[in-house]
Structures are given as structure tokens and as C-alpha cells.
């Protein structure tokens, strides 16, 4: 059974950083594709990045978080992290990690992510 915990969150003032942890058990990130996804109140899942795997390049999908949000895995762990700097009050939601096992040769369209956790709240106050 694949589980995925996220934690780290917090509240913040504008400029503020945090560095949000991933675990899983179940699923080796050497063998998984992961990435990150948040969910603002009354808002639509918005990803930030996704196809994070070993040896390869992961996808960005927010031009507002490059240059601010960096990712860092630590196999032997099995954690993933997302370190966020300069945060801004519209970086206020909760914050999922995402993980799929990996194909042979790509990682999983956005959709077929099929496991994450409960998420851990990111409040950024001005």
C-alpha cells in the first residue's frame, strides 16, 4: 500500500520560507514519478511541477514559482522536498505531493498521479 505524507507547512509572513516534506512508504522514488500540486479554497488544483524521477528533467508548470520554488530528493530517505522562497500571499493553499510508479520509458500524464496524502497548509500573510 502506497502512502504519501506531507508536512512542513505553516504560516509565514510575505518573503517568508518554507521547505514542505514528502514520505512515502510503499513506493521508492527511484521507482516512482512524483511532483507537486497545491489546491487554494475554492480554487482548482493548480500543479507546480511533476515528472520529478532520478536522471531526469522535471516539468514546471507555473512560470510564478520558477526562480522560487526548488525541488530536492533524498533516496535513502525516500523524501521528496519543496523549498519555497519568497512567498507571497497568493502562494496560500494547501500544498500535495504527488507520486505514480514510473513506466519504462516516461512518466504519467497530470492525471494518472494516483497517490498523494493530506496535504499541509501553506498560509502567507502581507
Known amino acids: 500500500q502506497v502512502k504519501v505524507k506531507e508536512s512542513g507547512g505553516g504560516s509565514v509572513q510575505a518573503g517568508g520560507s518554507l521547505r514542505l516534506s514528502c514520505e512515502i512508504s510503499g513506493l521508492t522514488i527511484r521507482s516512482a514519478c512524483m511532483g507537486w500540486f497545491r489546491q487554494a479554497l475554492g480554487k482548482a488544483r493548480e500543479w507546480i511541477i511533476a515528472d520529478i524521477h532520478p536522471g531526469r528533467d522535471p516539468r514546471s508548470y507555473s512560470d510564478s514559482m520558477k526562480g522560487r520554488f526548488t525541488i530536492e530528493q533524498d533516496n535513502a530517505k525516500n523524501t521528496l522536498y519543496l523549498e519555497m522562497n519568497s512567498l507571497k500571499p497568493e502562494d496560500t493553499a494547501t500544498y500535495f505531493c504527488?507520486?505514480?510508479?514510473?513506466?519504462?520509458?516516461?512518466?504519467?500524464?497530470?492525471?494518472?498521479?494516483?497517490?498523494w496524502g493530506q496535504g499541509t497548509q501553506v498560509t502567507v500573510s502581507s
Open positions: 504527488a507520486a505514480v510508479l514510473k513506466r519504462e520509458h516516461y512518466c504519467p500524464a497530470l492525471p494518472d498521479y494516483l497517490y
